[in-house]
């Protein structure tokens, strides 16, 4: 069959297009195809990095509240040890970005009591004045039973795994709601060791070397590192170098293969396409919805005397193109 004017109504992927019209070139009469149109696409699991973080102050009570309200599987934050050995939740080592026109603190060398002086919430938007940094125990707490969070150790002190455990051991969490994440391999092996139930993925940085213009390791290099410390996957920055090539590789290692920070629908298709674990964004809602609506097969074909529409909903309808004249 030919297809004179064929109408795409919505984007698809190009798979997609590709399995929806291979029957209809055939030289068969034309007919129905049978089944649905839905496409048998594994969806990421979305992770709101530093809670939902377009809207809300990051790595707070708020930002973390609001991205499991926007739909997201888990929460990401970031974690460090403080001098009185609590675990709180802040990105950078020093307070100063988050709280700005107030004491500069660094966490290290900080309580729990001196930061929690800071408002860490108003820098984002007024009606976020008063935001406090968060202990773990408090974020934990706010993770429903259906959903999970990203630790990301910031902290580069292997000690602070055993106060991880500690909180862990304290939380109603389930090990399977809980995956630690870090870029210091060090880390990911002591969490491994002192949790193994839990999952650990191993952060990586794809880039190019200031100095030699070469790319920061091999495929190779990456895994071996990744398989030595016993990780169970990786979670690596937006790239050109994750390719599906690449994917396979992890595959193959027997790893997971995670993305952070994809906000944009065009990067977030590609990621879908190499059949990654989790895509980590800031706005969870609205990347969700983007990825649903390009991966929805609504699509028409229209030839000289039938319209095939394949519905939002994966059903089809078939109809003739034209009215046919009556029969005298
Ligand atoms: O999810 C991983 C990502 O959070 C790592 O980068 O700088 O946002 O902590 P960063
Ligand atoms: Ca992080």
Redesign the pocket.
């Known amino acids: 069959m030919r297809l004179n004017s064929p109408v795409l109504i919505a984007p698809v992927s190009h798979f997609l297009l590709l399995a929806i019209i291979n029957p209809l070139m055939s030289n068969e009469p034309t007919k129905p195809p049978s089944g649905t149109a839905t496409a048998d696409v594994k969806k990421p699991r979305i992770v709101a ?2 809670g939902a973080s377009h809207a809300a102050p990051e790595n707070t009570l708020p930002a973390f509240r609001l991205g499991f309200e926007e739909g997201a599987d888990f929460v ?1 934050g ?1 974690f460090w040890l403080t001098r009185d050995e609590r675990i709180v939740c802040l ?1 950078d080592e020093d307070t100063r970005r988050v709280a700005p026109k107030q004491p500069i603190r660094r966490v290290r060398e900080s309580t729990l009591a001196e930061l929690r002086e800071l408002d860490v919430g108003a820098w984002k938007d007024a009606k976020y004045a008063g935001t406090r940094i968060p202990t773990l125990e408090e974020v934990l707490a706010v993770v429903p039973a259906d959903k999970g969070i ?1 630790i ?1 150790i910031k902290d580069d002190r292997p000690e602070i795994v055993k106060h991880l455990r500690r909180v862990l051991d304290e939380s109603r969490l389930e090990p399977r709601q809980v995956t630690i ?1 870090a870029f210091d391999p060090v880390i990911i092996r002591a969490a491994k060791a002192a949790l193994p139930r839990l999952k650990a993925h191993w ?1 990586y940085w794809w880039h190019l070397n200031a100095n030699t213009g070469k790319l920061s390791n091999t495929p190779d290099e990456i895994l071996h590192v990744s398989k030595s410390i016993k990780a169970d996957g990786l ?1 690596i920055n937006k790239s050109p170098w994750t390719t599906a090539e690449f994917a396979a590789q992890v595959r193959r290692a027997g790893l997971e293969l995670h993305v ?2 994809v906000n944009d629908v065009s990067d977030a298709a590609r990621y879908v396409g190499l059949g990654v674990d989790s895509i ?1 964004t800031d706005r969870p809602k609205g990347l969700r919805q983007e990825i649903d609506d390009h991966l929805r097969p609504v699509v028409s074909f229209v030839d000289r005397e039938k319209v095939l529409t394949v519905k939002p909903d994966g059903t089809w309808e078939y109809k003739p193109s034209r009215p046919r004249k009556k029969e005298k």
Do not use: K, V
């Open positions: 990095h530093r990401e970031d990105h990203f990301e994440i952060l979670d952070y920070t980590t």
